[in-house]
């Protein structure tokens, strides 16, 4: 099957979901809005939570958000399909509430995607730090090996 890309520039429709994450929150939404691909929408699914996520999120003022709020905590399965349900975008990524991404994160992969017509599919890994310092890289076994020898080196992530 070939892929087919609708346009040049292809919407991404970024699903987060949250259950009381205000204190991570801003900085997730913040590494969206520094991201140097800007054609993305954000689908943002409060699963119930009690604290003030829903409030920092509606107090973005930006027409890319869409929020959809869950009666109570359905849990993630339940907050991803609702994201799901709701994208419009011709790519999907998922953003955790409390994570964040290097800027050029959807650029390089919209690219490598455009670029590769067998990918249907791409992950990617995450890496964990302390005191700003890298400690350790959660994802696939073979890319683990690699990465963890470069982490305290000055690399273009």
């Known amino acids: 099957m070939e ?10 429709s970024v699903i987060m979901t949250c ?9 997730a939404i913040s590494s969206l809005f520094f991201q140097t691909y800007n054609n993305w929408e954000l689908i943002f699914i409060d699963d119930g939570s009690t604290d003030r996520s829903l409030e920092i999120v509606r107090g973005v003022s930006d027409e890319r958000i869409k929020i959809r709020e869950l009666i109570k905590n359905y849990g993630r ?4 399909q609702a994201g799901l349900e709701a994208c419009s975008g011709e790519f999907i990524m ?4 409390d994570d964040w991404w290097y800027s050029n994160k959807i650029l390089k992969q919209i690219n490598y995607m455009k670029s ?17 310092m890298p400690i ?22």
């Open 94 to 97: 998922f953003l955790d509430s």
């Open 136 to 157: 350790g890289i959660r994802g696939q076994i073979n890319f683990n090996n690699i990465a963890k020898n470069k982490l305290t080196k000055n690399i273009n992530y």
């Open 3 to 12: 892929k087919v890309m609708k346009s040049e520039n292809p919407l991404v």
């Open 19 to 27: 259950f009381n994450s205000e204190s991570t929150l801003p900085d």
């Open 116 to 132: 590769s017509s067998r990918t249907k599919i791409l992950g990617s890994a995450m890496v964990s730090a302390k005191n700003n």
């Open 77 to 80: 399965g339940h907050a991803y």
